[in-house]
């Protein structure tokens, strides 16, 4: 099954942009990713489902403009521009691999995004 | 508006069952369109996907839970649980529930996100 990897923190200055990367392990380069938004002490949010083709289906209820998605290779990319306070949470991504009674979802880590 | 809430004991002692329900509101657990999923966060960590129940009562788990796993779904009180056995101190963390949807397409099926999740509950175990 693959292995998500994501950088455990970032940060950015207000109005400022900021990209988020989500790795996976090899040989999975053509699996989609679903980046997830947590705010402190809450559960996780849909932002966006994201392939090499950039993003899949439709945002997340809420999510502004100000984010988007763009994957390449084994990378996954969640880019957030004019960065705002509310904006500062951890981000998680997640994928599923097999099928049937093999099905899996796997997280990454989770990257801690400060907003300066 | 979907919601969904966790309720259950906060702390569990080591060797017990944990066990957590969670309701659901503004939509029927009935749905052909979702599967109905428990993630867990440990304190400080990232998210582990812990297994789903379609309303049918087909369930998925886990293969590193499944052992100790149970997820059921009570569709006259619109509500599913989790049930996991023989807890250890490795098994505490906030758990959250979720929907997730489900379509098929060309005699397969599939999944889209987690949308919308719980708020959590934490659940301690310790004795």
Request: proline share 2%; hydrophobic share 25%; charged share 15%.
């Given at each position: 099954q693959p292995v998500l990897t994501q950088p455990p923190s970032a940060s950015a200055s207000l109005g400022a942009s900021v990209t988020l990367t989500c790795t996976l392990s090899s040989g999975y380069s053509d699996y989609k990713v679903d980046w997830y938004q947590q705010r402190p002490g809450k559960g996780p949010r849909f932002v966006m489902r994201?392939?090499?083709g950039g993003i899949v289906g439709s945002k997340g209820d809420g999510i502004p403009d100000r984010f988007s998605v763009l994957g390449s290779g084994l990378n996954r990319y969640l880019t957030i521009k004019n960065i705002q306070e509310e904006d500062e949470s951890d981000y998680h991504c997640g994928a599923d691999h097999g099928g049937g009674s093999n099905f899996v979802v796997v997280f990454g880590g989770g990257t801690k995004l400060t907003v300066l | 508006q979907v919601q969904l809430q966790e309720s259950g004991p906060g702390l569990v002692k080591p060797s017990e069952t944990l066990s957590l329900t969670c309701t659901v509101s503004g939509y029927s657990v009935s749905s052909d369109a979702y599967y109905w999923t428990w993630i867990r966060q440990p304190p400080g960590k990232g998210l582990e996907w812990i297994g789903y129940i379609y309303?049918?009562?087909?369930?998925?788990?886990?293969?590193?839970?499944?052992?100790?796993?149970?997820?059921?779904?009570?569709?006259?009180?619109?509500?599913?649980?989790?049930?996991?056995?023989?807890?250890?101190?490795?098994?505490?963390?906030?758990?959250?529930?979720?929907?997730?949807?489900?379509?098929?397409?060309?005699?397969?099926?599939y999944t889209n996100w987690f949308d919308p999740w719980g708020q959590g509950t934490l659940v301690t175990v310790s004795s």
């Open positions: 994201v392939g090499t | 309303h049918s009562g087909i369930t998925n788990y886990n293969p590193s839970l499944k052992s100790r796993v149970t997820i059921s779904v009570d569709t006259s009180k619109n509500h599913f649980s989790l049930k996991l056995s023989s807890v250890t101190a490795a098994d505490t963390a906030i758990y959250y529930c979720a929907r997730r949807g489900r379509y098929c397409s060309g005699g397969n099926c």
